[in-house]
């Protein structure tokens, strides 16, 4: 039987938790009247969610006030937290469409994401001293929750309550950086995912690139201007831990048993070959040969991406084709080679305040996924010469600007195009059939 534990046990087993930095973090940046979202089914808490589950959350605020106490020494934090609401989370992130500023206006929420860009570096003042020209009064000045650093009045008097001047050697600085998160492309809606700025400050700074993965712990903000009537919003970051990769949807060993089993049987492969877009008569060798390509290579050998290319006259369903795919292939992106520029692929420079930033394209974002390019023969030269990194190394660089990055793709390619001549030739070599300038044979 596991131990049973006092009251007075369990919120010290919670303060020694919460003392972790993925907490203290999220602790440190609480304002009275916010509201946290807990998630109770973590780990970490679960045993002691068992032991009291009636009176659980009582023993959560608790050991938070004491948190509160250590951080705040000579502040009375039970009386300025009071309205403090703790909200149980049942699941660990949200989805970024359920976040919105009526519910989460200036509270804490919890999401995954994609980082597609990625700011410079730039820094700004935590605190310093701030000194009277007049009567030299000084006195010590931090920045205010949104990283704003106000300079007071005097309070001496005789000088007029004057506006005090900071100190430059006085001051202390730290990092700041804009990142762009963006909602994972298999759970957007209508392919149209939700996208964030958010601000990294501090240690975390620097350890953010574009096509990773990230779970942030942020505060939602809205950027008031008092001149316009719309406002940016910003998550403003406490927390960003690395976001392990989610693995297609596995079946059930049952299941996989099951089809172990009907694989002996003699028809196996055709019925599968039938059952892949069934609206589309014939084309099986079409149909096996897109089955194969969602099947992959080889991990860990080089080039195991397949990459496959569709040639056919028009009106023979490539297009319907591609698009099944996309609809079956977890992690997967259905797009146009005519509607598609080599940026827009791979790696493209976009202009945010004045500055220019590299923001991942299609391939970088769908690393061990899919992309289906239909009309791959109306493709710019330039653009398709783009993709060439990305087929033969699994990576896209760019050198513009003044930025050298080099991103991960390791994706698969599925592209449809019109023969050379708009119809295939039966008289023709393959190779006469293909345009050369689009596809090397």
Not at 216 to 240: A, L, Q, R, S
Not at 396 to 424: D, F, H, W
Request: proline share 5%; aromatic share 8%; net charge neutral.
């Amino acid at each position: 039987m596991p131990e049973v534990k006092t009251a007075s046990r369990i919120v010290d087993d919670l303060s020694e938790i919460l003392s972790k930095r993925e907490y203290s973090d999220v602790i440190d940046a609480l304002t009275p009247k916010m509201s946290l979202p807990f998630d109770f089914t973590a780990p970490e808490f679960v045993e002691l969610y068992k032991q009291d589950r009636g009176n659980f959350f009582k023993y959560v605020r608790e050991a938070i006030m004491q948190r509160l106490e250590l951080r705040c020494v000579g502040f009375d934090a039970r009386t300025a937290f009071a309205g403090l609401k703790i909200e149980p989370q049942g699941q660990t992130a949200i989805s970024m469409q359920d976040i919105n500023p009526r519910d989460n206006e200036s509270n804490i929420v919890c999401f995954d994401c994609q980082v597609i860009a990625v700011d410079k570096r730039k820094s700004y003042i935590k605190s310093g001293t701030g000194s009277c020209d007049i009567c030299g009064h000084s006195e010590t000045v931090e920045c205010d929750p949104d990283l704003k650093l106000k300079m007071p009045k005097c309070t001496s008097r005789g000088c007029g309550k004057a506006l005090t001047q900071l100190v430059q050697n006085t001051i202390k600085t730290d990092y700041i950086q804009n990142i762009w998160m963006q909602e994972p492309i298999e759970t957007a809606k209508h392919n149209m995912p939700v996208i964030f700025i958010g601000k990294l400050h501090g240690s975390f700074v620097g350890d953010v690139f574009p096509s990773q993965k990230k779970r942030v712990t942020g505060i939602f903000k809205t950027i008031i201007d008092p001149k316009k009537n719309e406002h940016d919003i910003i998550i403003d970051i406490i927390y960003i831990n690395d976001l392990e990769e989610t693995d297609a949807i596995k079946p059930l060993d049952v299941e996989v048993k099951a089809l172990k089993q009907k694989s002996k049987e003699p028809e196996f492969l055709n019925k599968i070959v039938d059952s892949y877009a069934p609206s589309i008569y014939g084309h099986e060798n079409i149909k096996l040969t897109c089955l194969l390509y969602l099947a992959g290579g080889v991990p860990g050998q080089k080039r195991s991406e397949i990459n496959v290319a569709l040639f056919g006259d028009p009106s023979m369903a490539k297009s319907e084709i591609l698009k099944f795919t996309n609809k079956v292939a977890f992690k997967s992106k259905y797009t146009s080679g005519k509607g598609s520029s080599g940026a827009g692929l791979t790696i493209g420079m976009v202009k945010e305040n004045d500055s220019l930033i590299p923001m991942a394209g299609v391939l970088p974002l769908h690393t061990r996924g899919f992309v289906m390019i239909d009309e791959f023969d109306k493709m710019k030269t330039e653009d398709r010469s783009a993709m060439h990194e990305v087929m033969e190394q699994g990576t896209c660089s760019i050198a513009k600007a003044g930025v050298n990055l080099t991103l991960e793709a390791k994706c698969s390619i599925l592209a449809a195009a019109n023969p050379k001549y708009g119809r295939y030739d039966e008289d023709l070599t393959i190779a006469d059939n293909i345009n050369s300038t689009t596809f090397k044979v």
